[in-house]
């Protein structure tokens, strides 16, 4: 099973980390690419790279066919699946055999038994792990309230629902058929008991051919939103030496019952002292960071070796975990309008210094919503986890991100919380009433708007007064080059060119410059300080009324329920868009009468298309 060429089967942070310990381990690495990804900076660090065809993933990243006919074009003699696309899909690990190739994962056989989660969930229960109640969803008891109704297939939140009465099931079970169908391909569905302010926790496990298995102790996944990750800590805190014991042996126990190979995720729900199996995730996963940084193990480069017929390099003893470690996921999204997926051109961004940063972002890159909205993860190591916290919101107040809006302040409020400071979360900590005040749109601090005019004073006086003059990257006949300014602190501001080197941010701030004003990173979150300048004139924006429903993020208009001249009632439903896999319900902002509705049920939109305009009652 020797190999001495990887092929990279995805694309963004994932591939530029395979590509780095493939160099490592002295492997020739294999990039593949969309057009939207031509000129994206992993390509350019790959030994060689083939184009897989246009954007959309499914004629590129999902495409079998595309992504083996590159490996044979290129010569490769193995593919590594990173994480997400086909990662999971065991019919893409059989088609990468059956090619004659390696593939650097577990066997197609176990892919097929672990990956649905109602296969998985018998396996686990005969290799003695806990597991849930689970129902058939034509008889769920009254007294079995709250359930939850998940995809059998695929992961990541999609085709999930929470079911609080009976009354709702139904819905549910329809929505959730839909989503999972139009995801994985596959309406199939469990119900099974849902545990109330329950922790994610789960246990990094690792087999080779020889059939050894070890775990690499746990990670706590936590603080999510919509089931989606956003902090990963390791190890997890506050459990007890017993549950800690289970959660270890159940993990390796379920491997050695399937006959596991490469590197794994058993994933458990803690709740009240006990551990509940929730699913096996048969690849490498986002928040493998946090337990490379606390074992000083690469687990890309483990991958490598137990693909390759070696044996594990570390027996279990010798495994020994130090510190704690935290991971931060950043996304382009608006955490403050649900968490809607964002799309932009990056003008700069600036990452922060002296801490683990996984990306392959940089200036001038086009987001889009083809893809996930990840734009890269921050890590840090720690002491023990206060230590660490504090190093990730230090780390967050040197991270700026411009032309698009993410996450990066939001999670830098999270991280600096009294709640996340005490581990008082639990995975619907996000998305209920205790998180109210951290998904409230924060207000200007004065600490920017003060660094906003010194700064703008400043540049002025720099150049005499003069708009024509003004260095902020404003030029007649052409659009503005952006300007980074790092903020050291309010008594001395200094500036320079975009993507020059810069110094550490002291005063928690960075900031770009155009020909209109400034943008200011303060905190992590972007402020926009506009200047008025009667030379430049003006121009009229588009500003959308409160009568106006607008699609949150481009997609499909899935259903529309009204018509124009129909009366509604707030919060009535008035259609559906679907955007990256997601349906998203668009409500009657009062009550009135439709007087406008702009799209069809199966039109593409753009972001803030207005859809349509609800005239008051």
């Not at 060689?48 to 990243?61: D, M």
């Not at 309008?337 to 210094?353: E, I, N, R």
Request: net charge negative.
């Amino acid at each position: 099973m020797n190999f001495s060429s990887v092929l990279v089967a995805n694309r963004g942070e994932i591939a530029r980390r395979v590509i780095r310990a493939c160099r490592a381990s002295g492997l020739k690495s294999i990039a593949v690419y969309s057009d939207a990804d031509a000129e994206a900076p992993y390509v350019g660090l790959a030994d060689e790279a083939v184009h897989l065809g246009p954007t959309r993933a499914t004629e590129s990243y999902l495409s079998i066919e595309r992504i083996i006919a590159a490996a044979k074009s290129s010569g490769a003699e193995a593919v590594h699946p990173g994480y997400g696309f086909l990662s999971e899909r065991a019919e893409f690990a059989r088609a990468v055999v059956d090619a004659g190739l390696v593939f650097i994962g577990p066997t197609p056989d176990v892919m097929d038994a672990m990956g649905r989660k109602d296969r998985a969930r018998a396996i686990a229960a005969k290799a003695g792990v806990p597991v849930t109640p689970q129902f058939d969803a034509a008889a769920v008891p009254p007294d079995a309230y709250p359930i939850l109704v998940k995809a059998a297939a695929g992961g990541g939140g999609k085709g999930m629902r929470i079911v609080r009465e009976a009354g709702d099931l139904e819905a549910a079970i329809d929505a959730a058929r839909r989503e999972a169908a139009a995801a994985f391909g596959d309406d199939t569905v469990l119900v099974e008991k849902y545990i109330e302010a329950g922790r994610h926790v789960e246990v990094q496990v690792f087999g080779d051919t020889a059939g050894n298995v070890v775990h690499l102790f746990e990670r706590d996944c936590s603080v999510q939103r919509r089931h989606q990750k956003v902090i990963e800590e390791a190890p997890s805190f506050g459990l007890s030496d017993e549950l800690r014991q289970t959660l270890h042996d159940s993990s390796t126990a379920l491997c050695r019952e399937v006959g596991y190979t490469g590197a794994g995720t058993v994933e458990f729900l803690v709740a009240d002292g006990q551990a509940y199996f929730l699913e096996m995730n048969t690849r490498l996963q986002v928040e493998h960071c946090v337990t490379e940084e606390i074992t000083g193990l690469d687990l890309v480069q483990w991958q490598l070796q137990v693909a390759a017929g070696r044996p594990l390099p570390v027996a279990q003893d010798d495994i020994i975990a130090s510190g704690h470690a935290m991971e931060a996921r950043i996304y382009a999204e608006d955490p403050y309008t649900g968490f809607l997926p964002q799309a932009g051109l990056v003008l700069d961004a600036a990452w922060p210094d002296g801490v683990r940063v996984e990306t392959d972002l940089g200036p001038d890159q086009e987001v889009s919503t083809a893809y996930d909205p990840m734009l890269g993860k921050i890590v840090v190591l720690g002491a023990d986890r206060e230590d660490a916290r504090r190093r990730m919101v230090a780390a967050l107040d040197d991270t700026g991100i411009f032309g698009v809006t993410t996450n990066v302040g939001f999670v830098r409020r999270l991280v600096a919380s009294d709640e996340f400071a005490t581990g008082d979360i639990h995975t619907g900590w996000l998305d209920s009433d205790a998180s109210v005040d951290l998904l409230t749109p924060p207000v200007t601090p004065d600490e920017a708007a003060r660094a906003a005019a010194l700064l703008w004073a400043r540049l002025e006086r720099s150049t005499g007064g003069s708009p024509m003059s003004l260095d902020d990257g404003w030029r007649a006949g052409g659009d503005p080059a952006p300007v980074r300014i790092v903020l050291v602190d309010e008594a001395d501001l200094t500036w320079e060119h975009a993507f020059a080197a810069t110094e550490s941010a002291h005063a928690g701030g960075l900031a770009i410059a155009d020909g209109d004003g400034l943008t200011i990173a303060w905190q992590g979150q972007n402020w926009r300080f506009d200047t008025l300048d009667p030379m430049r004139g003006g121009h009229q924006r588009g500003v959308s009324t409160d009568a106006d429903v607008v699609s949150p993020m481009p997609g499909t208009v899935l259903r529309v329920d009204v018509s124009e001249g129909e009366s509604v009632t707030v919060g009535q439903q008035l259609g559906v868009v679907e955007a990256m896999k997601m349906e998203l319900a668009l409500l009657a902002p009062y009550d009135g009468v439709v007087s406008y509705v702009g799209a069809g049920a199966g039109d593409q939109v753009p972001i803030k298309h207005l859809l349509f305009t609800v005239d008051p009652a």
